[in-house]
Nanobody, 128 residues
């Protein structure tokens, strides 16, 4: 069974930082394309926003709304990724989901995610 498990969410003040972690079960049918998606309060699951993706070649893409503040990187110790979030804003509030297994370039999956495995999400709340 492939599991995607997120951790690291919490409640912070504007301008603070958080690091989210995602670990994916190693499985021969699951590649190491991974990404983070955000579901804002009141939005449905199909309205999740692509935040950051790293593809199987190591290429990355970050949403314009978080560019310069958020960074995605691989977890070298585990089969997973980090999302470093700096200078957090109230509009960054939402549930952050990690997903894995995709083909193609990273940027393509920001707008039209097509990843096979998803976690349950971790909540991030930023207050002003």
């Amino acid at each position: 069974v492939v599991q995607v498990v997120e951790s690291g969410g919490g409640s912070v003040q504007t301008g603070e930082s958080l690091t989210l972690s995602c670990e994916v079960t190693r499985h021969p049918r699951v590649n190491n394309c991974m990404g983070w998606f955000r579901q804002a309060p009141g939005k449905d699951r199909w309205e999740r926003e692509g935040i950051a993706i790293i593809d199987i070649n190591g290429g990355t893409a970050v949403a314009s709304s978080v560019e310069g503040r958020f960074t995605i990187s691989r977890d070298s110790a585990k089969n997973g990724v980090f999302l470093q979030m700096d200078s957090l804003k109230p509009e960054d509030t939402g549930r952050y989901y990690c997903a894995a297994d995709c083909v193609g370039a990273a940027r393509a999956h920001l707008a039209h995610p097509n990843l096979g495995y998803w976690g349950q999400g971790t909540q991030v709340t930023v207050s002003s």
